[in-house]
């Protein structure tokens, strides 16, 4: 069963940057697109940003697009998310997730995604 592990969380403050990383287990991480959500308290779940299966193609929100990146080392089975001039407004619970189909298109519904990692806490002070 595919397993994903999120890590790179923390305290850091306003204009700072995060890198976050997701590993997955499993020998297919390869074919399937992933994605970053996050969910802050009292808030519905968010997607922040995805990248396809091949590494070719990335979408992000709006609310992050110009200070995030998206890539994956499918060699190390790993997705990053490189968050720079990092807001309050940031924080939250983040998460990665797979696609539920190998070979899909990105996709920024939360439905179209089926395993889940338990999420990293990011906390970003003013």
């Known amino acids: 069963q595919v397993q994903l592990v999120e890590s790179g969380g923390g305290l850091v403050q306003a204009g700072d940057s995060l890198s976050l990383s997701c590993a997955a287990s499993g020998r297919t991480f390869s074919t399937y697109t992933m994605g970053w959500f996050r969910q802050a308290p009292g808030k519905e779940r968010e997607f922040v940003a995805a990248i396809r299966w091949s590494g070719t193609t990335t979408l992000y929100a709006e609310s992050v697009k110009g200070r995030a990146i998206i890539s994956r080392d499918n060699a190390k089975n790993t997705v990053y998310l490189q968050m720079n001039s990092l807001k309050p407004e940031d924080t939250a619970v983040y998460y990665c997730?797979?696609?539920?189909?190998?070979?899909?298109?990105?996709?920024?519904?939360?439905?179209?995604?089926?395993?889940w990692g338990q999420g990293t806490q990011v906390t970003v002070s003013s």
């Open positions: 997730a797979r696609s539920s189909r190998s070979y899909s298109l990105i996709s920024t519904q939360p439905s179209t995604y089926d395993v």
